[in-house]
Every structure is written in structure tokens, then in C-alpha cells.
């Protein structure tokens, strides 16, 4: 459907394929992951990855934050967006701690309530807040920079 231009990579392309699939589904994924040779394979493997609720597909894409390769990256972050927020609380803590802002964005576009204080200190307009949770993989590196670029007062 990608190819076709019928779908774009985005969460909910990746939503409407792999929701409600067996754990064992997702369990072949990071093995996958290597393998995979085109950097649009990787997106959309990582995407997958993120309709899962387990937590064993976290390191994976915490991994594939630190990817040079942008749209991997952004990828990796829309992906952990879309795991439950119990999966994700634990990394708060480092998401304050890093220089980066992926890490940040992915948990303000999860809607985590410890992303709030980072979000007020952004102060973004309706449009931004809008991105922040729409964006399609190949805008969300420009949600990241918001991140990146502000001092985060509540840190």
C-alpha cells in the first residue's frame, strides 16, 4: 500500500495492520530488524514494533533512537509514542537527563503526563500541539527540535 502511494508510514498505517496481533507477531521484529536493508523496511518494522504492549520491544527502539539515519530514528520515536504509558514511565528519568529531544517528543506525543511540564515550558501553539501528535514519521524530526532547541525550565 506504501508503494502504491495508498498509505504512508506513519502509526496509524502500522496500527491498522499489526493491532490486536499475537505477542509472537511482534516477537520476530528485532531479529528482523538487521536484516532489513532499505531504510523504508526499517520504518515500517520499527512502526509495527510500537502497536505491541510488550515491553520487551523497548530496548530495540531505544536502540534505533541513536540511528543516523533520521527517518529511523523519528520512526523509533513515533513507535515508543504508541506503547502504553506503563511501559514508558520508567524512562522519564532518562528522557531528562539526555541532550537530545527524541526521547522527549516521544513521550509528549504518548500523552504521558510527566511530558506536561515540558510541554508548558514549550509553550507551543495549537498548530505545534497538533504536530506533536499527527506528525507522520517524516515530520517528526521538526517536533524533536522543539525539544532540543528550548531550555527545558522543568528539568
Not at 537530545?100 to 498548530?127: F, H, K, Q
Amino acid at each position: 500500500q506504501v508503494a502504491l502511494g495508498r498509505q504512508d508510514d506513519s502509526p496509524r498505517a502500522a496500527e491498522f495492520w499489526f493491532h490486536g496481533q499475537a505477542d509472537a507477531t511482534f516477537a520476530r521484529l528485532p531479529e528482523l530488524l538487521p536484516s532489513l536493508r532499505s531504510t523504508p523496511q526499517r520504518v515500517r518494522c520499527l512502526l509495527a514494533m510500537g502497536c505491541s504492549s510488550d515491553a520487551r520491544l523497548l530496548p530495540p527502539l531505544l536502540r534505533a533512537l541513536d540511528a543516523p539515519h533520521g527517518a529511523i530514528a523519528a520512526a523509533a520515536a513515533c513507535a515508543l509514542a504508541c506503547l502504553p504509558h506503563e511501559i514508558l514511565a520508567p524512562l522519564v528519568p532518562r528522557a531528562q537527563r539526555e541532550r537530545g529531544g527524541l526521547l522527549r517528543a516521544a513521550l509528549a506525543r504518548a500523552g504521558l503526563p510527566a511530558a506536561r511540564p515540558w510541554l508548558n515550558a514549550l509553550a507551543l501553539s495549537p498548530e505545534q500541539r497538533r504536530l506533536l501528535h499527527a506528525a507522520p514519521v517524516r515530520r517528526f524530526a521538526e517536533v524533536a527540535s522543539w525539544f532540543r532547541r528550548r531550555a527545558l525550565v522543568a528539568d
